[in-house]
């Protein structure tokens, strides 16, 4: 199940961008210990929904929304996920 946030980016002209992104709960997964209590890890997929700044919607580079997804998965808390966590992972 995916949330919506905001964050705020600065372009390289100082050029000050809102996004609004839906992020998937990420479970880094279990690599160690027995075979079988070991699984791959799943979800923290980024999707940048919008963009925009006071003056109104704008259009992102494809290097911009490359980066600011990376950005966004890296710095992202995702303690605030685990509420849905347990219904996150029985959807699937």
Avoid: Q
């Amino acid at each position: 199940m995916a949330r919506t946030y905001f964050k705020d980016f600065e372009r390289e002209d100082g050029t000050e961008i809102t996004v609004e992104y839906s992020i998937t709960p990420y479970d880094s997964g279990v690599s160690s210990g027995p075979a079988e209590s070991c699984y791959p890890p799943e979800g923290g997929e980024v999707e940048i929904l919008k963009s925009f700044t006071d003056a109104g919607p704008i259009k992102l580079t494809d290097d911009e929304e490359n980066a600011w997804c990376t950005e966004i998965f890296e710095s992202h808390d995702f303690s605030d996920d685990y509420d849905d966590y347990d219904d996150w992972r029985h959807e699937y």
